[in-house]
């Protein structure tokens, strides 16, 4: 398994289909996982990509439209069901406490766990949580009603010691977590190792946004510039541009366009209207702008 | 298609599990579609089973645990989104209206049709609908919440002409409809053609019972006495029965024993907790109380 990770648990857009539920996704990273929107049925969608609910502690919620969010009570009852003691933190934008809390109070009173809400302002960049492994900053975003997507970046990693150069200068091992911060090594006869011999860079760490639902928002661009991959939602296709227009929705060419004008390393396209029975139109539309594009899919994991 | 039908959207309890959804089901009677319970994914089973979402007008909620109704909000958007113009009714426990009120004004502002709450007491036997096809009665359960069945009895049918008869007095169509009220036919020359000459009786009025979340009840025996069709909750194997009780539901044994004293004519058991892998168990534990036992399996539809 990646270490950094997207995983699909519904792409589809309001109406569900056969072919596609309502949006979820998990970020995967460093054993943690992080759920972005949750739709009803996410929770089923978690017990059959076999994700285990112990690792979930975080969920982001885009806006609030019922397809983004009407699987957080089946979630939350099943978590308490399971036991949960941990805390578990909501991020959404105004609303999502007012939504949720008269629902846990007449459901899931004795909930053996905190909910914990963090509420943004979606209409400008905010870093709304920051751990050892990830910050991750709100995306504003242009829709029917407030709405943000999220920039997740990884915390760059430790760089690796150098086993060879470690054994050669004898260095002991209580040494070794200032070296792997950084310092050079002082021998016991007083000459300096400069760090640089003794460790390799580690990779640099990676970065993920995700923008659903929203209207073209070209000046996101530097927001989210070089991401290693963006999730960008292509409800349309753009022979229908105006009705994404008028639902403040993307058009595939402009999730093609965003991708392309911030320089993403792949883009990987979502949120498909009930329209299309063939989503590979979408794919050829946005490929024409970025050639790097992927389909959203149920149980697709994207290793970043 | 049978003219009288139960189909199983979901037959699992309150965790969900990759082999059973939510509680939900409908009956579909007559060309129109009545749902009993909605929990999570019930809007996607309709959709998969091809169910056309015109034909459903009432929704019956038994009792306010989340896997019984979870589903509402969802169903009722796409509802909404799908233009739909006719009311929609639900009936339900106390609270069901103060639950999803908030979340309709929330997320589907500006529905193109009425919901309209039906709140019944749970603690008696109520009729709560009455159409040309169907009278629906509550059953009392007894759970941890206010809980209630149904009991569907369809209306009696007009009784089929006998075509050759009405050829044979060269009756007028427009003497059919009193016939088939019961009405005799007097000839032109002023003999009377008694109905029962005319007619054949339509095929006995069929009923079908939902019992779940329960206790066992035997009490209701007289109430579902010789029904078609039992669905009963069978979460438990009697092995378990101690944490059926604290639970305040059903083993099978009790279920086919409810079978059993209630003279139905065939027992659906349903709303198996995730514990048990084989349920072949609890079909043949029921059956030593009742033969005729049919397993609930999403997408098992049950003609009367």
Do not use: W
């Amino acid at each position: 398994m990646a270490e950094f990770y997207v995983q699909i648990l519904g792409c589809g857009s309001a109406l569900p289909t056969t072919r596609h539920l309502s949006s979820s996704q998990v970020v995967g990273l460093r054993e943690k996982l992080y759920m972005i929107d949750c739709g009803e049925g996410a929770q089923v969608q978690l017990r059959r990509m076999h994700l285990r609910f112990t690792r979930l502690n975080h969920v982001f919620i885009s806006h609030l439209h019922g397809d983004h969010c009407f699987g957080l009570p089946g979630l939350i009852s099943t978590l308490g069901m399971l036991g949960r003691k941990g805390d578990l933190h909501l991020y959404g934008p105004p609303g999502l406490d007012e939504y949720l809390r008269p629902i846990l109070e007449r459901f899931a009173k004795g909930l053996g766990f905190q909910v914990v809400f963090h509420i943004f302002d979606p209409g400008r960049s905010e870093l709304i949580l920051e751990d050892a492994s990830v910050s991750v900053r709100t995306i504003p975003l242009t829709h029917r009603v407030p709405a943000a997507g999220f920039l997740f970046s990884e915390k760059p990693k430790a760089p690796h010691l150098l086993r060879e150069m470690i054994d050669f200068y004898q260095i002991p091992i209580r040494c070794l977590a200032d070296i792997k911060k950084g310092m050079d090594y002082c021998t016991p006869e007083g000459e300096i190792v400069p760090n640089r011999r003794l460790t390799r860079p580690a990779e640099p760490p990676k970065r993920y946004a995700y923008c659903s639902d929203t209207a073209f928002r070209p000046d996101n661009a530097a927001l989210i510039q070089g991401v290693d991959l963006l999730y960008h939602e292509a409800t349309f296709l753009e022979a229908d541009e105006e009705r994404a227009n008028e639902t403040r929705h993307s058009t595939a060419a402009q999730a093609g366009e965003m991708a392309r004008i911030a320089g993403v390393k792949q883009l990987l396209i979502g949120h498909f209207s009930a329209r299309y029975e063939d989503e590979e139109a979408l794919r050829t539309e946005a490929a024409a702008h970025f050639p790097n594009v992927l389909l959203a899919k149920e149980g697709l994991l994207v290793p970043l």
